[in-house]
């Protein structure tokens, strides 16, 4: 019997666990929020996938904590799981019904329980008990299924819930090409995918990721197995493919877009200049806006005619920027040159509010324009082609991010690079095998500080304007979190933390009031799933991997002594 | 004709002094040990040759040029280096990242010339890399330089912390108990390895030592310290026989024993 409710236990904690996430999805507000969106129309909408993804997530947690390798027992415990969910919602619903929450939670409202209880009213709640168990079954059947199926059914629902989040994005993207436009109006309707679209996704993305999952390795293989020059040109061709689709980005997606992208360039400059800083050198700089803010300032000083003291173009105030960034970049470091870890941090995160608190200062006010900013600043061009449009300007970007991470590739793979990774490691040793402590780390501030003033002054003549709130200390933060979520010290990881960071959020703006409620529980779990960070350096990963391997038996360990 | 000279070094910290008056003469192309009870003095007098402490009196002369007031990183260009107690690797860079690093005071390359991929940039680098692997092969460390650093067997890890002193082409190696947590045949291995680097390579070794076994079976020289002070200097065989050195040891009464035993 005691067996019997250890082996029942966990379907019964998960389903509280799901039960808990749910009703607190509900209560704040977000199932009715996203209830206005249809992910397929007409068969389910936004508000249910939410609530579905929760409970197949909590059903997958039952399913692997299950101790018994039965598949009786898996299943048993993901309905469960399901069930007491179910009974949770349903707990909500009755209380709702008799006395009104609404004094206390503001969201409890009769919307609210009528999409709990799929549109029909009170009586038709108990389908709850039909559609959780469902959900948290079919997380069971998952758990079950070999790699190869899990993998594909989980990719392939996942493609189906994101085209569907971003429809609107994909749709006029889509439509904008004369021939797939009739192929955008069988996949999308009006409001959310149209069910034969969504059916023929579904299994288009389940055959490439099952093909990937059987034939990939030997497809790796092959091309291991290519001489030399052949990968050599297999790889050119990638990144001449890169370019090509690069360069024709912005004429396919659109002026909002091409927005979203050229800030998501900008964060990656600023990301691949704190990766140098923290990255690499591992001096946790929390003041990097600062260095954001210089070449931003510089840029304006020198070519707007509103204070009119030099009035240069673009280009020619560029080589200026930078270098004013970086001689703040080593002129800051100097200080904090015996600073470690946290000390390092705060007294970065000084830097940071000093710059921005003297641009707003009254003294400074005739040159730096207070909190009024400077305005008009001039556009870049080149021979006559004005980068004025988000779509011009965004070649601006992708070309000072090539550079950057061109700069940033040399740098990793040379003696200076490993100097950098050999001090974050362990400065003492570094500094016994030769390693000149003050010139290294004055070189990683003054690398940083140049990409993060390119980004500034790129900034500056994109908006045309400067304002010193926008550069407050949130930046900094926000870089950081980029890098950390891409994958310290990944060059990759930057580009890859830069879109999830801050090109998701630009394109959920509708969602605008969950946006840092979502934003933080992705950090958390996060940290807790994946701590490498989205792409990691190669040797990281592996770094990973191999500690997985040999801490698997500790969770028994640690159930033990607790 | 001697490599290392210490004259009067005294290192305090606060009112323990650590290290008094300490006078020692390292011989050149010598085995040297340095020897005594936990606490005695022995790390702290390596921290101050390699300029991780700065004595307060007394000289540290390297040939005939003084290491008093250098930073570490201008006295391993000096050629001295050093391995630690505790090992002290960088854990999440590759073995022969580790290496690298050992050889970065050998290399020119700048800012520029890395940025810009100068040919010769590229033909240092290339050179660095050939090096290191052979100081790799060297330490029997063949194959394993894509391994990071922490995922190697506690054996090779000291092997790697070698190599990556060696890599500085050091004159005097400093070695922090070598053979510490090693079984005897692994201990076997380490002193002929630490034979070898002498009669081979011909550099000079110093090295801290508790086995017994260790000390006796490969120093030329042997120093004792006890307190921060040098109670007996002379060849293993002088040194085994010294009273001042078992009473340090064993205690008064230790001694008295152990003399009777002789006896």
């Given amino acids: 019997m005691t067996r019997l409710l250890t082996l029942w236990k966990h379907g019964v904690m998960t389903g509280l666990l799901g039960g808990l996430i749910t009703v607190l999805l509900s209560l704040m507000g977000m199932v009715e929020a996203f209830s206005q969106r249809q992910i397929v129309s007409g068969v389910l909408s936004m508000d249910q996938a939410l609530l579905g993804v929760a409970v197949v997530f909590v059903g997958y947690l039952a399913a692997k904590r299950t101790t018994s390798s039965q598949p009786l027992w898996v299943v048993i415990n993901t309905l469960t799981c399901g069930f007491v969910t179910a009974a949770m919602l349903m707990l909500l619903l009755v209380i709702g019904h008799v006395i009104n929450l609404r004094a206390v939670f503001v969201n409890a409202s009769p919307v609210l329980y009528e999409l709990l209880s799929f549109g029909y009213g009170f009586e038709s709640a108990p389908l709850l008990f039909v559609a959780a168990p469902l959900c948290a079954l079919f997380a069971g059947i998952l758990y079950l299924l070999p790699g190869a199926f899990r993998k594909m059914s989980l990719v392939s629902l996942t493609c189906i819930i994101g085209a569907g989040v971003l429809q609107d994005m994909l749709r006029p993207t889509l439509a904008a090409w004369e021939s797939l436009a009739d192929v955008s109006e069988w996949i999308f309707s009006a409001n959310g995918l149209t069910e034969q679209g969504a059916t023929v996704l579904f299994i288009v993305i389940s055959l490439v990721t099952l093909f990937w999952s059987f034939k990939g390795e030997a497809v790796k293989t092959g091309y291991q197995g290519l001489p030399a020059a052949g990968q050599k040109g297999l790889r050119w061709t990638g990144i001449a493919v890169l370019l090509v689709v690069l360069f024709i980005l912005p004429q396919i997606l659109g002026l909002f877009l091409s927005e979203v992208l050229t800030i998501v360039g900008l964060y990656v400059l600023l990301g691949l200049g704190l990766n140098i800083v923290v990255g690499y050198a591992g001096l946790l700089d929390l003041g990097y806006v600062a260095f954001f803010a210089i070449g931003a300032y510089v840029t304006a000083i020198l070519t707007s005619p509103e204070l009119g003291f030099f009035n240069l173009s673009f280009w020619q105030a560029l080589p200026f920027a930078v270098l004013v960034g970086i001689v703040f970049g080593v002129l800051l470091g100097i200080p904090v040159l015996k600073m470690r870890g946290d000390y390092l941090a705060i007294a970065t995160l000084g830097f940071g509010e000093i710059i921005r608190i003297m641009v707003l200062s009254d003294f400074l006010r005739p040159w730096l324009g207070g909190a009024q900013g400077i305005g008009k600043i001039p556009k870049a061009s080149i021979a006559g082609f004005e980068f004025g449009m988000p779509q011009e300007i965004y070649y601006l970007i992708v070309a000072g991010c090539f550079l950057v991470i061109f700069i940033s590739l040399r740098l990793r793979d040379s003696r200076l690079g490993r100097a950098w990774k050999a001090m974050r490691e362990d400065e003492d040793v570094a500094q016994a095998m030769g390693i000149n402590l003050v010139a290294t780390k004055l070189l990683a501030f003054g690398t940083g500080a140049a990409f993060s003033a390119l980004s500034g002054a790129i900034f500056a003549t994109k908006l045309t304007s400067v304002y010193p709130h926008s550069m407050n200390v949130m930046i900094s933060i926000n870089i950081l979190c980029v890098i950390i979520v891409g994958g310290m010290g990944s060059i990759p990881g930057v580009i890859v933390g830069a879109a999830a960071l801050v090109g998701l959020p630009e394109l959920l703006r509708e969602f605008a009031e969950y946006r840092l409620l979502v934003y933080g529980f992705a950090l958390v779990v996060m940290m807790l799933v994946r701590p490498e960070g989205l792409w990691p350096e190669a040797v990281r990963r592996r770094e990973f991997h191999e500690d997985i391997e040999e801490t698997e038996p500790a969770p028994s360990t640690a159930s033990a002594s607790s | ?263």
């Fill in chain 2, 1 to 263: 004709m001697a490599i290392l000279t210490a004259r009067k070094t005294t290192k305090r910290f606060g009112g323990l002094v650590a290290v008094d008056e300490l006078d020692v003469e390292i011989k050149e192309k010598s085995i040297h040990s340095i020897i005594g009870p936990n606490g005695a003095g022995k790390t702290t007098f390596f921290n101050c040759v390699t300029g991780f402490y700065r004595p307060e009196e007394g000289q540290i002369l390297l040939d005939s040029k003084s290491l008093v007031g250098l930073m570490p990183d201008q006295i391993v260009r000096l050629g001295i280096a050093r391995t630690y107690q505790n090992i002290r690797l960088f854990p999440i860079l590759t073995a022969m990242e580790n290496v690298l690093v050992g050889l970065h005071c050998h290399l020119r390359a700048n800012y520029f010339g890395i940025v810009a991929g100068l040919p010769s940039t590229r033909k240092e680098e290339k050179d660095a890399t050939e090096e290191a692997k052979r100081l790799l092969r060297f330490v029997n460390l063949a194959g394993k330089g894509d391994l990071m650093a922490k995922n190697l067997p506690y054996g090779e890890q000291r092997r790697l912390e070698i190599a990556r002193a060696l890599a500085t082409k050091p004159k005097l190696l400093l070695l922090d108990e070598p053979t510490a947590g090693m079984n005897p045949s692994e201990t076997q291995t380490m002193m002929d390895f630490i034979r070898h680097l002498r009669d081979e390579v011909g550099i000079t070794i110093l090295l801290i030592e508790h086995q017994m076994r260790v000390v006796m079976g490969i120093s030329e020289t042997v120093t004792v310290l006890d307190y921060g002070k040098k109670i007996a200097e002379g060849t293993p065989e002088e040194i085994k026989k010294n009273p001042k050195v078992i009473e340090a040891y064993l205690g008064k009464g230790g001694a008295a024993e152990a003399q009777r035993v002789a006896a």
